[in-house]
């Protein structure tokens, strides 16, 4: 039975430092690398994380998991239209 808990807290660790990632990315967000090491950690870890719900159940991973995804996945797409427009912006001599 301690095996069982110590996988299953596994998966509930990466769904939670998911969404913290997110958290760190946004107080990196000066630094552009830190924050895209951070905001793919975060992605990486939630895909991570979903794989574990067939065997241990959606309880405590589901949502944490998917937060931290999809608030991730919005920030990185919001930095790279952010980054899109400034370069064309630039480019044009505007």
Do not use: D
């Amino acid at each position: 039975m301690k095996n069982f808990e110590k996988k299953a807290s596994f998966h509930k660790w990466t769904a939670q430092i998911s969404c913290i990632c997110f958290l760190l990315g946004i107080f990196f967000g000066k630094y552009f690398l830190i924050c895209l090491l951070f905001i793919f950690t975060g992605l990486s870890l939630g895909i991570i994380a979903l794989f574990g719900i067939p065997k241990y159940g959606r309880k405590k991973i589901l949502v944490p998991a998917i937060l931290g995804i999809i608030t991730n996945g919005l920030y990185f797409f919001g930095m790279i239209a952010v980054f899109l427009a400034s370069y064309l912006k630039a480019s044009k001599g505007f």
